[in-house]
């Protein structure tokens, strides 16, 4: 793929804006069993749940190293512990600078508990709504009535001002639905301002159900379609360490939304290295090394690459 040089000069503010903030594990248990879940209970990557005071020296530890951090809450789902308010307090106490939860948003359908965890201290939510269409959100979580749900507590968190980001994940059954997945936000909901684009993780559960991954050439043009309607609609989507290589979608046209792509500015070494062993399982096949983002892309999981050929991935490349 020869083109332009793609212009790849941001600032820092908009670098620090989208790297990851730390994240806070509060244990495996969860009330919905995604079909494509990377780390289920079953796994015994992390603790079913681990006890509050464990949490707050996890709290301290971060603290000590960042006096004002950025931390997201995550699980499992965080929702169904019985102290999230005591942990979402302990945080605000530690001068946490933003407090922000990663969540399936069952469970805030509850009014209540929303203006709680707001008066707590919570800043954002981050939330994962699959797909506009309840089917097929229901289908992924395993969950009927659980898209209903989700929207609910999604709006429960907007009303209480607590800024929402979502968190859909691609999978085989829902890529070509993106562009109206982007149209059903501007439309239903039009506060939302910023979506992080996942696409399945092939580990865990996704290796059982492994029809579930995407191939990555297929959904290159609905990625492509959903990004150019979400500029219309002044939408930000971002592309973390779970969503593409720079060379499907088009995304090697904003690499300054392209997560790898800013850490590899912040810190070069931070490029696979540094990522907790479960993420740490990228490949590159031999012609990434004719790629202009060579340096600045971790490439596709090892498990894809059993999946589906990697000669889908294409080198971007510029006249010089
Ligand atoms: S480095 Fe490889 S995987 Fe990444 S964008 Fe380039 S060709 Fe694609």
New binding site residues.
């Given amino acids: 793929m020869n083109l332009k040089k793609v212009d790849t000069v941001i600032s820092k503010a908009e670098i620090e804006n989208n790297l990851p903030y730390h994240l806070l594990r509060v244990g495996l248990t969860c009330n919905v069993n995604c079909v494509f879940c990377n780390i289920p209970m079953e796994s015994n990557v992390y603790p079913a749940r681990l006890g509050l005071n464990e949490l707050k020296k996890e709290i301290d530890k971060i603290s000590k190293k960042d006096p004002r951090p950025k931390i997201s809450i995550t699980g499992g789902e965080p929702t169904v512990r019985a102290d999230l308010i005591k942990i979402i307090e302990y945080l605000k106490k530690r001068k946490t600078k933003i407090i922000e939860l990663q969540t399936n948003a069952i469970l805030l359908s509850d009014d209540n508990l929303v203006k709680k965890i707001k008066k707590a201290g919570l800043n954002k939510a981050f939330v994962s709504l699959h797909s506009h269409l309840p089917e097929l959100h229901d289908l992924l979580i395993m969950q009927k009535g659980g898209f209903e749900k989700c929207v609910h507590g999604i709006n429960n968190l907007l009303t209480h001002n607590i800024q929402v980001t979502l968190n859909p994940v691609v999978t085989s059954l829902t890529y070509k639905h993106l562009p109206g997945y982007i149209g059903f936000i501007h439309t239903n909901l039009p506060k939302i301002s910023s979506i992080s684009l996942s696409v399945v993780q092939p580990n865990g559960r996704a290796m059982i159900y492994k029809k579930i991954v995407p191939r990555y050439s297929l959904i290159g043009p609905y990625i492509k379609k959903a990004l150019g309607l979400a500029d219309k609609f002044n939408i930000v989507v971002n592309n973390p360490f779970c969503g593409l290589?720079?060379?499907i979608g088009e995304w090697?046209k904003r690499p300054n939304r392209c997560l790898e792509h800013n850490e590899s500015i912040v810190n070069k070494d931070k490029l696979l290295s540094s990522r907790p062993k479960e993420l740490s399982e990228k490949m590159?096949p031999r012609?990434?090394k004719y790629?202009q983002?060579?340096d600045s892309?971790n490439?596709?999981w090892y498990n894809y690459a059993k999946i589906y050929p990697i000669s889908d991935?294409?080198?971007?490349r510029y006249d010089q």
């Fill in positions: 290589p720079l060379c090697h590159k012609q990434c790629c983002f060579n892309c490439g596709v991935l294409k080198p971007i």
